[in-house]
């Protein structure tokens, strides 16, 4: 008898990746059908773990004396560094529905079980040296009760960036869901990291999304932005790799060692 995938992915001590994999081979999605109940058994496992991720990180990061957050905050989001879903969070993904059709089971699940994360800011003992904070791309994804009101003051809809037509011929638009690791630094950014949405697959690809690469020798600059083609799931694989700082990969600071005991109590998604 086949094992099913989310028997699979809970029995799994690594990597998901070729659970996932197999998933987004699925196509499009139709809910309550036996596929889709797979596919966003997995979602939910797969955010479970990335739940326990995010309240390791952040507890670390309070012992270390981390400095969350700036003023103004992205999309008016509250101080905070973690504020799990609402209540009302299966409510407000039936009025998306609605209003706009079917969420990637993969971001569906995170606004579900986790909710709104930023780990923007800096340690105590940073903020002297420089206005801005560490380009490291702190891991930030925007609440689903924050895409909602952006959808509340559109007319209808128009008020969102259409970009593309889905095969059952809806049009397509564009959610932001994170500032680019530029702007989380707090300087001049370039396009926040946005999904296309609706999309009834099980992940979506995570636009604008950026990584540093090392620069050559007595170039201007010491590193340069390169466009990643990633999808949800394989973004977080990655920040959470890094302890929620995925551009510490390539932009080596102090950081890498004071977050050296948290990359071993990462677990892999």
Known sequence: MRRSLVDRYRESHGSGKLIWDE????GNLVEKTPDWEEAYGVALETMKRARVNVERIIQFLREQGYLF??????????DPP???????????LQHFAR??????????????VVGYVSLQGT?????DEYDGLPLT?????RSLSSVLRQLSGAQPLGGLVE??????G?????????PDLYFKAKASGGLPYAVRLPDSKADVRVMNVCILLPAPPNSQHSCHGTALDELFVEYLRRSFRWAGFPAMAFWRSPEVERLAPLFEQMIPI
């Open 23 to 26: 998933l987004q081979s699925f």
């Open 69 to 78: 957050g700036y003023r103004p905050t992205p999309y008016g989001e509250g």
């Open 82 to 92: 973690w504020v799990p879903p609402a209540p009302d969070v299966t409510d407000q």
């Open 170 to 178: 809806r049009p397509q638009y564009l959610f932001d869901i994170a």
């Open 123 to 127: 340690f105590e003992r940073d903020t």
């Open 137 to 141: 791309d702190p891991l930030m994804i």
């Open 99 to 112: 209003l706009v059709g079917p969420l990637p089971v993969s971001l569906r699940a995170w606004w579900e």
């Open 163 to 168: 970009d593309g037509i889905a095969e059952d």
